[in-house]
């Protein structure tokens, strides 16, 4: 499963990298300011889910992340106070894992 929000170049070869027969991409946006570029032709050939969570990513497209059964490992969680310092290590690319903010 690979979950995409940059879309663009990135976004397909994510989807040349998911499974044939088996693999899904999620997609959540497209921060590059493209589209994800793959037809229904492309979807049926490689026999791949191709599942749209709506963006922005609120939390309710969230929850639909974890009920497709994705298990994460949080990097860091921080508290709200912290939330400009949890931007400026995303914005750096400082970040592995993912990077919440728990209240």
Do not use: C, W, Y
């Not at 995409?4 to 693999?23: E, I």
């Not at 959540?28 to 050939?45: H, Y």
């Not at 990097?75 to 894992?97: F, I, K, N, Y």
């Amino acid at each position: 499963m690979v979950f995409s929000s940059v879309g663009g170049t990135t976004a397909r070869q994510s989807f040349d990298l998911v499974r044939p027969g088996t693999g899904r991409l999620v997609v959540f946006g497209f921060a590059s300011g493209e589209p994800l570029d793959v037809t229904a032709s492309d979807v049926f050939a490689k026999g791949v889910a191709l599942i749209g969570l709506g963006d922005p990513l609120t939390p309710d497209n969230v929850r639909k992340v974890f009920e497709l059964g994705l298990k994460t490992t949080p990097g860091e969680a921080l508290p709200p106070a912290d939330a400009a310092r949890a931007h400026e290590a995303l914005e750096s690319r400082a970040t592995t894992g993912k990077l919440i903010l728990v209240p």
